[in-house]
Every structure is written in structure tokens, then in C-alpha cells.
């Protein structure tokens, strides 16, 4: 083993009382800096420096960056067409009770309506260019419960379903 001069940092003999360069003593025991190295690298550094407050926050924001890259990672492998229904009205007048379903979902996806109580299987209802969809209906005057289900499907992208439960009140 090797001793450092602390004044001129050369190699000594570990026996060495004095530098064989600079002529300065040295002592018996020298303290070597710790410096970075492959297992020690920078990051471990600054990680270390840091209080605990700053490492939650690092920890958690981590997580955070984690979920946001498998989220999209698992959008782009796993496309889901989407399906939003803006509007559900019934419009009641003395003769007539009309249904309106109204929505949108992706510009090339084809939505279709099924219901039992309205002998709807799968019914396609056109979607415009924008992605909007509109569907009505007129309800019997004796119809007390209606269950409506809608799918959309998109080219290459899983199908999108919503259900909907009209209760008419007197």
C-alpha cells in the first residue's frame, strides 16, 4: 500500500515518514477524498445530498412519469374507440313521446344502437364526419322502462359499449 502526500498528492512508500517529492511530512494516517466511480456514480451523489423532502418528491414524481409511459405505451398497442353520449332527452307532448340520443366517437367509427324493449339489434346509426351521432325514436305511450345499449367500433381499435336506462315518470 501506497501513501498520498497531502500536499502534492505523489506516491510514497507506505513506510515513508516524508515526501519523496516535496520533502513535507506525512502523516501517520492519511485520509484518501472518496471520488465517484462506476458504482458510485453521479446521480448516487446528488441523491445523497438530498433531504428527505426532495426524495418524495423525486420518488413520487418518478411514479407519476412511470404510469404517464405505460398509460401511452398501452394506448398505442391497446386503441380504444371512444364513445361519448352528450345528450339523453325525452320530449313529451300530448301525442307522441320521442327519444333522442345525441353523442360523438371517432371520425371513422361506426356506432350501432341495440334495445329490446324497441326490437333494436344492432342498428347502425350514421356518423357524421366530425364524429357526431344523433339517434331518435318514438317511444309506445305504454312503455314504462327502456334499456338502450351503444357500441362503437373504430377501425383497429377495441370496441367502445355505453347503456343507458330510461324510467318514465307520471
Given at each position: 500500500?501506497?501513501?498520498?502526500?497531502?500536499?502534492?498528492?505523489?506516491?510514497?512508500?507506505?513506510?515513508?515518514?516524508?515526501?519523496?517529492?516535496?520533502?513535507?511530512?506525512?502523516?501517520?494516517?492519511?485520509?484518501?477524498?472518496?471520488?465517484?466511480?462506476?458504482?458510485?456514480?453521479?446521480?448516487?451523489?446528488?441523491?445523497?445530498?438530498?433531504?428527505?423532502?426532495?426524495?418524495?418528491?423525486?420518488?413520487?414524481?418518478?411514479?407519476?412519469?412511470?404510469?404517464?409511459?405505460?398509460?401511452?405505451?398501452?394506448?398505442?398497442?391497446?386503441?380504444?374507440?371512444?364513445?361519448?353520449?352528450?345528450?339523453?332527452?325525452?320530449?313529451?307532448?300530448?301525442?307522441?313521446?320521442?327519444?333522442?340520443?345525441?353523442?360523438?366517437?371517432?371520425?371513422?367509427?361506426?356506432?350501432?344502437?341495440?334495445?329490446?324493449?324497441?326490437?333494436?339489434?344492432?342498428?347502425?346509426v350514421r356518423v357524421d364526419?366530425?364524429?357526431?351521432?344523433?339517434?331518435?325514436?318514438?317511444?309506445?305511450?305504454?312503455?314504462?322502462?327502456?334499456?338502450?345499449s351503444i357500441t362503437a367500433?373504430?377501425?383497429?381499435?377495441?370496441?367502445?359499449?355505453?347503456?343507458?336506462?330510461?324510467?318514465?315518470?307520471?
Amino acid at each position: 500500500m501506497t501513501k498520498i502526500c497531502p500536499n502534492c498528492q505523489a506516491e510514497n512508500e507506505d513506510k515513508s515518514d516524508f515526501c519523496q517529492k516535496c520533502g513535507k511530512k506525512i502523516p501517520k494516517t492519511v485520509k484518501i477524498p472518496k471520488q465517484d466511480t462506476p458504482s458510485r456514480g453521479v446521480l448516487k451523489g446528488w441523491w445523497d445530498k438530498q433531504n428527505s423532502g426532495v426524495k418524495i418528491i423525486s420518488v413520487i414524481g418518478g411514479c407519476c412519469l412511470g404510469v404517464i409511459i405505460i398509460l401511452v405505451v398501452m394506448s398505442a398497442l391497446f386503441p380504444v374507440t371512444s364513445l361519448i353520449l352528450e345528450k339523453n332527452d325525452v320530449l313529451r307532448d300530448n301525442l307522441t313521446v320521442q327519444y333522442i340520443l345525441k353523442g360523438d366517437t371517432d371520425v371513422n367509427a361506426k356506432v350501432y344502437i341495440s334495445s329490446t324493449e324497441l326490437n333494436l339489434n344492432n342498428t347502425e346509426v350514421r356518423v357524421d364526419e366530425k364524429g357526431n351521432f344523433e339517434y331518435q325514436q318514438q317511444l309506445p305511450k305504454n312503455l314504462t322502462e327502456l334499456s338502450v345499449s351503444i357500441t362503437a367500433k373504430a377501425p383497429n381499435k377495441s370496441q367502445k359499449e355505453a347503456s343507458l336506462m330510461y324510467t318514465k315518470h307520471n
